[in-house]
């Protein structure tokens, strides 16, 4: 399963930006769909994920300003990230776990986008 990221970019703080992941190939099921950010000189962070039936989870840092949602008519998760912060500069990745058409799991990763906001 390949994942293709967009969205991103440079910002202000209190902005807003929106990255989308597109999951393209054979695959029965996809059981999570997440996003992970790192910051530099910082270890690899989830930031918010969408789990099968719906539920969501978000870092601390994020609540109440990121939004998750999926669209599994298009097989697509994107983040919605409001009041943006300095902090929140980081290359941010997708991040899709499921199970291919030959019921092997799968683990999936895009190739991150750059977010870089500015105070």
């Known amino acids: 399963v390949q994942l293709q990221a967009s969205g991103g970019g440079l910002a202000q703080a209190g902005d807003s930006l929106r990255l989308s992941c597109a999951a393209s190939?054979?695959?029965?099921?996809?059981?999570?769909m997440n996003w992970h950010r790192q910051a530099p000189g910082k270890q690899r962070e989830l930031v918010a994920q969408?789990?099968?039936?719906?539920?969501?989870n978000y870092a601390d840092s994020v609540k109440g300003r990121f939004t998750i949602s999926r669209d599994n008519a298009k097989n697509t998760v994107s983040l919605q990230m409001n009041s943006l912060k300095p902090e929140d500069t980081a290359v941010y990745y997708c991040?899709?776990?499921?199970?291919?058409?030959?019921?092997?799991?799968?683990?999936?990763w895009g190739q991150g986008t750059l977010v870089t906001v500015s105070s």
């Open positions: 991040n899709v776990v499921g199970v291919s058409s030959n019921y092997a799991g799968f683990n999936s």
């Open positions: 190939g054979s695959f029965v099921s996809i059981n999570a």
């Open positions: 969408i789990i099968i039936g719906g539920r969501k």
